[in-house]
């Protein structure tokens, strides 16, 4: 299992700031959108999928750059505080990297 999570601070407008999750063939595997904060409070999303591998996660926080001046018409977010589990190397990754220690083990020996 994976677990992404982050803090937005500012979330005023619904549907302007989520997250959306992606597989290693660049496949959407979930995602989640922040619910509006009281007072330009904060908002925690998160989600735990069952998908072995996640290879990116994109975020959309707001409408609007926080320095771009549009007023009121856009809904400006920042965010704080991510959580996620740790990464861990592909299966075949960890055994190319198990093979290159033998190898350099090997030549030191010789």
């Known amino acids: 299992m994976l677990g992404f999570g982050v803090v937005f601070t500012g979330v005023e407008f619904a549907d302007t700031t989520l997250f959306q999750l992606y597989d290693v063939n660049d496949q ?3 995602g989640v959108v922040a619910p ?6 904060l908002s925690f999303i998160g989600m735990i999928r069952d998908v072995p591998e996640i290879a990116r996660v ?3 926080s707001g409408s609007g750059a926080l320095d ?20 861990v190397p592909a299966p075949g990754a960890a055994a190319i990297l198990g093979l290159g220690a033998l ?8």
Not at 68 to 87: K, L, N, Q
């Open 68 to 87: 771009s001046g549009s007023g009121a018409t856009a809904d400006f977010v920042a965010m704080d505080d991510f959580i996620y589990g740790e990464p």
């Open 58 to 60: 994109r975020i959309i």
């Open 28 to 30: 959407p595997v979930g």
């Open 36 to 41: 509006t904060s009281v007072n330009a409070g």
């Open 103 to 110: 190898v350099a083990t090997r030549r030191r020996r010789a």
